[in-house]
């Protein structure tokens, strides 16, 4: 086998699984959140894969080699969007995230010249190269930050790897173009190049993918029965925290801030609250036990006059915008709605 034909293998078969990975995702209902940015960079990558070569007979040729050129230069974005909602089961590209995103697209269209060949000639992959870096930036300092109150230890695990392979992969092809310019790519580094990229995605999509296994009969055992000893007893002081003393009422309130009112060590507090409340990320559990508290304030007759920003402020949320993105997860409608079908519960859902 010679270099071309493991070229050729290596473009056709990441772009066929990048599309079977998008079409799993798009599949399955617990995943088609992300399958929505994760299916446009599989074919912004298909594009990506169809060019990015130095033998011009083995490239995609014509208005569809066009067209792939032009895709390709939007998987980052779509890529950096996959990157954050595979993280954040509530993100949605919005303010500097989605003027980032938006304005590398503009960007990276009239660098291939879509707006004309004026514009095409004007150096602006330097300006894409240092958008990618800030938003890579962005990327590592939003998956350290909120590794603090993620409760699973392979999502824990799987961000740091996120930014080191990020980092590593991209930190050098900036490298290399930095140094070598923007059109050095010989064989074998492009060969290396489209591998890296395609297992990463695919590794980050199958990371997703839901895989039922048959649960552990000590598994079904602790879903079925109730907490004991120990574990009983931090269930209590936890429930105390929330019903009682009502911590989650605090805007700025933390995973450390938990921990240390527990008295218990953060691996137990993150464990019991994963395993026994059913929440993979910190701010999942203090949402639903915000959402609870709005519930029964929506239900209040005394505050049917009160506008959705006070409810939403005296349930902790430190805004509107966040109160309806939370409560819209929990329940599935917006606190509109449910304010005039209300259901009241005596105490919150997540106990």
């Not at 399958?35 to 011009?56: D, K, R, W």
């Not at 150096?123 to 350290?144: C, F, K, Q």
């Not at 799987?158 to 590593?168: K, M, N």
């Not at 602790?222 to 925290?241: F, H, I, K, M, Y």
């Amino acid at each position: 086998m010679d270099i071309s034909q493991l070229d050729v293998i290596v473009r056709v078969a990441g772009a066929t699984l990048l599309l079977l990975l998008a079409i799993l995702l798009a599949r399955d209902p617990r995943t088609r959140r992300v399958a929505i940015y994760f299916a446009p960079m599989a074919v912004c990558l298909v594009g990506f894969l169809a060019g990015n070569t130095p033998e011009p007979t083995l490239r995609l040729s014509g208005p569809l080699g066009t067209v792939g050129a032009l895709i390709a230069g939007y998987a980052a974005v779509f890529l950096w969007w996959f990157c954050l909602a595979s993280f954040d089961p509530l993100f949605r590209p919005r303010g500097a995230v989605l003027v980032a995103g938006l304005a590398w697209l503009i960007i990276a269209s009239a660098d291939r010249g879509l707006f004309g060949p004026d514009l095409e000639s004007r150096g602006l992959s330097w300006a894409l190269i240092a958008l990618g870096v800030s938003m890579l930036a962005y990327l590592a300092w939003r998956l350290v930050r909120d590794r603090a109150g993620d409760l699973v230890d392979e999502s824990r695990r799987a961000r740091l790897i996120v930014v080191v392979l990020l980092a590593g992969q991209l930190g050098a092809d900036f490298l290399v173009d930095l140094v070598m310019g923007l059109d050095w790519g010989p064989h074998g580094f492009t060969i290396l190049q489209n591998a890296a990229f395609l297992a990463f995605s695919a590794w980050l999509a199958l990371r997703l993918l839901p895989v039922p296994a048959p649960a552990s009969p000590s598994a079904r055992a602790q879903s079925l029965t109730p907490a004991q000893g120990d574990e009983a007893r931090l269930v209590e002081r936890l429930r105390v925290l929330v019903e009682d003393e009502k911590i989650h009422l605090a805007p700025d309130l933390d995973f450390a801030d938990v921990v240390r009112r527990m008295g218990a060590p953060e691996r137990t507090v993150r464990r019991l609250i994963n395993h026994r409340l059913g929440h993979d990320h910190f701010r999942a559990f203090i949402n639903a036990c915000r959402v609870a508290e709005a519930k029964q304030l929506l239900a209040d007759p005394a505050r049917a006059e009160d506008k959705l920003i006070a409810i939403a402020l005296d349930s902790g949320f430190a805004s509107l915008a966040s109160f309806n993105r939370a409560f819209q997860a929990v329940e599935g409608r917006p606190p509109s709605t449910f304010r005039h079908a209300p259901t009241p519960e005596e105490r919150p859902a997540v106990f």
